[in-house]
């Protein structure tokens, strides 16, 4: 395959700024969190209130894990950038004093 290059640096700063994002919002959606549990029963306790409420607990329970785990994949993207990084100049370097210890050895 031609017309493309790998720049290590930019996969690294790449990865770096999707952790960085992922750690963000996963903050926020901590402190989201934190701020929906101050409305804890704001439904009411009557029968309604506990039609209401029942579901709501379950979906944002639900709804919450979703974007964790979101925010997990993402970390974990950032990460593996930066595994990719290193992996692609290991491979040039490794490439290199191949070509090199070649080109001694031809004179």
């Known amino acids: 395959m031609t017309g493309f290059e ?3 640096e930019s996969l690294r700063d790449g990865g ?8 963000s919002f996963g ?3 901590q402190a ?5 549990a101050s409305y804890d029963g704001a439904w009411g306790d009557d029968a309604i209130g506990a039609l209401i409420g029942a579901p709501y607990q379950a979906v944002s329970e ?6 964790r785990a979101a925010a997990d994949e ?3 993207a950032g990460t593996d950038l930066g595994v ?9 370097e490794s490439a290199s004093g191949l070509f090199q210890n070649l080109h ?4």
């Open 104 to 107: 001694r050895q031809l004179g």
């Open 74 to 76: 993402l970390l974990s």
């Open 84 to 92: 990719m990084a290193d992996g692609y100049e290991g491979a040039d």
């Open 32 to 36: 989201f969190r934190a701020e929906l």
């Open 27 to 29: 903050d926020r959606l």
């Open 16 to 23: 770096a700024t999707i952790g960085d994002t992922a750690r």
């Open 6 to 8: 790998i720049n290590p």
């Open 62 to 67: 639900w709804a919450f894990d979703c974007y």
